[in-house]
């Protein structure tokens, strides 16, 4: 039997605003919420003074116990030029939680940061109608993986079930969508499975709500072997989730720029959705830290938009408002990568 399918509410506007331009991701959370330089004080809040367990770290929780800066550096992106603002939610999950002993939290934790991301977006949307700005609600890896296992000396061990992250999952997906999220992003994929996982949750989600959920999926190319984690090459991953309705796929996080073009150009050249891709401010120095300056990061982004790869261009880790704003900058000159919708 036909059933009517809903679309959230932003989805009409976000497809045209697809069609029309290339538009612009955040950068990175973490690396703005170094600079407040919050002490275990901080992170636990007059509401978490008491909790037993350690929470410094803990940047998910933040959007409880300091809002305010949630709030402040989604605004610094959106005034950069962002057009997509990723919620704080990247551990936000029963499994990644239970290093906090805050499971119980999750549903709130998802709730609120969309909250929060909704709101600003709003606000900006307001003031500029002809540039509507999007909330995407962030869906990390987990610290867990279904494909392989912790213990050398027991391959077929694994720390996770499906089954469990489906649930963790969904959880975390309809928190997200109460919260106002206009999209869903699975991101920084290193095990397909975990992402089988949460897609095979929202997929749930869709039937049961009869909405049309746009669904963004980014994975991670480790190392210069041009493989995730789980061992598949860029185009194994593409095949493995193409038999979704996805709005977009593409790669984030663990390479800088220049070396994720071929494994952009694989997504580009095979697949009929949106692509995407928010790389790192270059490789970690022996610190660990990102030294790309945003001039040198839009330079080399410059390849992707000159050969036409992408829709969506953001940052990942160390990159900054001012790194978005030079990526912004840069892709207003450039028409984005066309395809068949």
Not at 33 to 38: A, E, G, P, S, V
Not at 173 to 201: P, Q, R, S
Not at 249 to 271: D, H, I, M, R, W
Request: aromatic share 8%; charged share 25%.
């Amino acid at each position: 039997m036909y059933q009517t399918i809903i679309r959230l509410k932003n989805t009409e506007k976000l497809y045209k605003a697809l069609s029309e331009r290339i538009l612009i991701l955040d950068g990175a959370m973490g690396t703005m919420l170094q600079r407040y330089k919050f002490s275990e004080e901080d992170y636990r809040g007059e509401r978490f003074k008491n909790w037993k367990f350690p929470l410094k770290g803990n940047n998910d929780l933040l959007s409880l116990t300091q809002p305010k800066a949630i709030e402040e550096v989604h605004r610094k992106y959106l005034e950069a030029g962002a057009d997509i603002i990723e919620t704080n939610t990247f551990s936000g999950t029963t499994i990644a939680m239970a290093d906090y002993k805050m499971e119980s939290l999750v549903y709130e934790l998802n709730f609120e940061s969309a909250k929060i991301a909704r709101k600003i977006c709003d606000e900006f949307t307001k003031k500029n109608p002809e540039k509507p700005r999007f909330v995407a609600g962030s869906m990390g890896p987990t610290n867990k993986t279904a494909s392989l296992s912790p213990d050398v000396n027991d391959p077929a061990f694994r720390a996770v079930t499906f089954e469990e992250l489906r649930i963790a999952y969904k959880q975390q997906a309809e928190a997200l969508l109460d919260g106002g999220a206009d999209i869903l992003l699975v991101e920084t994929i290193f095990d397909t499975l975990n992402a089988k996982a949460a897609l095979f949750a929202i997929d749930e989600i869709r039937e049961e709500r009869k909405i049309q959920i746009p669904i963004m999926v980014s994975g991670t190319i480790t190392d210069a072997s041009g493989r995730t984690l789980s061992g598949q090459t860029a185009d194994a991953f593409l095949i493995s989730i193409s038999h979704l309705d996805l709005l977009s796929v593409g790669f984030n996080c663990a390479l800088g720029a220049k070396q994720l073009t071929p494994y952009l150009e694989t997504l580009a050249n095979n697949s009929d959705f949106y692509v995407s891709a928010y790389p790192n401010a270059g490789l970690p120095n022996a610190f660990g830290q990102y030294d790309e300056t945003p001039e040198q990061m839009a330079e080399q982004i410059r390849e992707y938009l000159e050969k036409g790869l992408i829709n969506i261009i953001g940052g990942c880790c160390g990159t900054t408002p001012e790194h978005v704003r030079a990526i912004a900058d840069l892709a207003r000159n450039f028409g984005a990568r066309k395809i068949e919708v």
